[in-house]
T-cell receptor
Framework: KQEVTQIPAALSVPEGENLVLNCSFT??????LQWFRQDPGKGLTSLLL?????REQTSGRLNASLDKSSGRSTLYIAASQPGDSATYLC???????????FGQGTELSVKP | DVKVTQSSRYLVKRTGEKVFLECVQD?????MFWYRQDPGLGLRLIYF???????EKGDIPEGYSVSREKKERFSLILESASTNQTSMYLC??????????????FGPGTRLTVT
């Protein structure tokens, strides 16, 4: 069964700290992996998408990596800010068709 | 700018009512999706559509149906709402094609309460 797991479920850090969010997936035949941000009561905002042929993607203070052989992806956030507080979800696509399998998310709190 | 809109942010309905949730995208995307999100269960796919008048069941289609009469609009229908359908409903869309990158774009969500 294809599953996506995110640990920890919640994380609290002081402002300015660099941090890493983890995502693991059970099937290495991944097509692409997408990271999202969700603010409370809101929809999902796409942050980064890594195709299976890529190893990482960067956008501003965010860097996402993909290691298919180990079944892992990480989202690195540099110099965290209180505005980064949100739930971060990763989702794996296995079939070319757009269906995503989501992790449960990591709720991040950045304290001023 | 990419935009997916949903007809209501909050909705309260009674048990047994027929409920329509509407989703519209302005990006000419072929693929559209309906998810529900519940604490502890994450996002689960209800139905999706690859083209007009086409639909496929996701992981939890029971109690739901969908309609896609136009490319930009994808409707989720609760035929007879029940309390266990109280949830946050999220619509998404993506492009299609053999070499496409299927980045999904989400709407703001509809929080449905069935009493």
């Amino acid at each position: 069964k294809q599953e996506v797991t995110q640990i920890p479920a919640a994380l609290s850090v002081p402002e300015g700290e660099n941090l890493v969010l983890n995502c693991s997936f059970t099937d290495s035949a991944i097509y692409n992996l997408q990271w999202f941000r969700q603010d409370p009561g809101k929809g999902l905002t796409s942050l980064l998408l890594i195709q299976s042929s890529q190893r990482e993607q960067t956008s501003g203070r965010l860097n996402a990596s993909l290691d298919k052989s180990s079944g892992r992806s990480t989202l690195y956030i540099a110099a965290s800010q209180p505005g980064d507080s949100a739930t971060y979800l990763c989702a794996a696509e296995y079939n070319q068709g757009g269906k995503l399998i989501f992790g449960q998310g990591t709720e991040l709190s950045v304290k001023p | 700018d990419v935009k997916v809109t949903q007809s209501s942010r909050y909705l309260v309905k009674r048990t047994g009512e027929k409920v329509f949730l509407e989703c519209v995208q302005d990006m000419d995307h072929e693929n559209m999706f309906w998810y529900r999100q519940d604490p502890g269960l994450g996002l689960r796919l209800i139905y999706f559509s690859y083209d007009v008048k086409m639909k496929e069941k996701g992981d939890i289609p029971e109690g739901y149906s969908v309609s896609r009469e136009k490319k930009e609009r994808f409707s989720l229908i609760l035929e007879s709402a029940s309390t266990n359908q109280t949830s946050m409903y999220l619509c998404a869309s993506s492009i299609s094609g053999a070499s496409a990158v299927y980045e999904q774009y989400f709407g703001p969500g509809t929080r449905l309460t069935v009493t």
